[in-house]
Nanobody, 129 residues
Framework: QVQLVESGGGWVQAGGSLRLSCAAS????????????MGWFRQAPGKERQFVAA????????KYADSVKGRFTISRDNAKNTVYLEMISLNAEDTAVYYC??????????????????WGQGTQVTVSS
């Protein structure tokens, strides 16, 4: 059974930074972590879940929501089965629960949440202004 476990969330003052991690395990059919595109999404109270960033299987291709471009960086370490989200210059609008997501094996990189099969439990990020 696939497990995605996020960590690294917390409280930070505006202008600060955080690094989220997502450790993956249990993918089906013995496929390696590198077979799966990964993404980060977030959901603020009273709002719909929104796309943050995505990365392709090798890590060579990344996509970002306009609201985080230049501030957030998604990366992955396939040897460690882990995807990261480095966040700098945080502001109050970044406050949300951040979710790690895994797409179907060998599927394209996308910001469409409906294309992701696997989800973590989320980690809270709170930015104080």
């Amino acid at each position: 059974q696939v497990q995605l476990v996020e960590s690294g969330g917390g409280w930070v003052q505006a202008g600060g930074s955080l690094r989220l991690s997502c450790a993956a395990s249990g993918f089906a059919s013995g496929l390696p972590f590198s077979a799966y595109p990964m993404g980060w999404f977030r959901q603020a109270p009273g709002k719909e879940r929104q796309f943050v960033a995505a990365i392709n299987r090798s890590g060579a291709i990344t996509k970002y929501a306009d609201s985080v471009k230049g501030r957030f960086t998604i990366s992955r370490d396939n040897a460690k089965n882990t995807v990261y989200l480095e966040m700098i210059s945080l502001n109050a609008e970044d406050t949300a629960v951040y979710y790690c997501a895994g797409g179907p094996s060998f599927s394209p990189t996308t910001g469409n949440s409906h294309m992701y099969n696997y989800w973590g439990q989320g980690t809270q990020v709170t930015v104080s202004s």
